[in-house]
């Protein structure tokens, strides 16, 4: 089922996500209901507090970048309880940031390349790993959602300043996009 995604100024998308435990009802529906919202909205990735949920789970998809990246053919993965342990800010890349939550909005985000990260696979078996590049990437701007921040918040005061309208537009549901909000 595709799900409304929470959109700028909801006040879920401030909160601290929780994590759960493996008796979470309808895990396996709402992680296959968070792809489905993913796919038809064209994202890369999705966190539980973009559907009004204030859970720590997230899904991302990087197939859609094969072309660029081979190594991302097929990638679809959901991540449960996920936390950013590392961050090995030894080299650090700047790059065009969007948000399914922040319809229109783009701006330049610097983050680092490599990141450790904890989760729990559906099944909750759990994993650690060193996670590079692109994934990397898609995975911090994730876990921020889970932690309550939305990737303006980590941009230049400037850059803050010369899209504060188009932010205030957001909270007054003032936007267009393609796919279903909240």
């Known amino acids: 089922m595709i799900l409304p995604i929470y959109t700028y100024g909801q006040p879920v998308l401030r909160k601290v996500a929780q994590d759960i435990t493996p008796d979470y009802p309808e ?21 539980a507090p973009q ?14 970048l094969k072309d660029e990246y081979p190594e991302y053919a097929d990638f679809n993965h ?17 790059m065009d940031e969007g948000c ?26 759990e994993r650690e790993e060193w996670v590079e590049g692109y994934l990397a ?20 005061p400037l850059r803050k300043q010369m899209i504060r309208s188009k932010m205030n537009a957001l909270v007054k549901g003032k936007f267009r996009c393609g796919y279903k909000t909240k």
């Not at 895990?27 to 209901?33: C, F, H, V």
């Not at 959901?78 to 700047?94: F, G, K, R, V, W």
């Not at 399914?100 to 078996?125: A, C, N, Q």
Request: aromatic content about 8%; cysteine-free; proline content about 6%.
């Open 51 to 64: 559907i009004g949920k204030d859970i720590r789970v997230i899904v991302v998809t990087l197939d859609v």
């Open 137 to 156: 990437r898609v995975l911090q701007h994730e876990i921020d959602h889970l932690e309550g921040k939305v990737f303006t918040d980590r941009i230049t």
């Open 100 to 125: 399914l939550s922040l319809p229109g909005i783009h701006e330049p985000v610097k983050r680092p390349t490599r990141i450790l990260v904890r989760w729990m696979e559906p099944d909750f078996t």
């Open 27 to 47: 895990l396996p529906k709402l992680i296959e209901d968070m792809f489905e919202t993913m796919y038809r909205s064209e994202g890369v990735g999705l966190a």
């Open 78 to 94: 959901a991540y449960i309880n996920p936390h950013i342990l590392e961050y090995d800010d030894s080299e650090m890349q700047t």
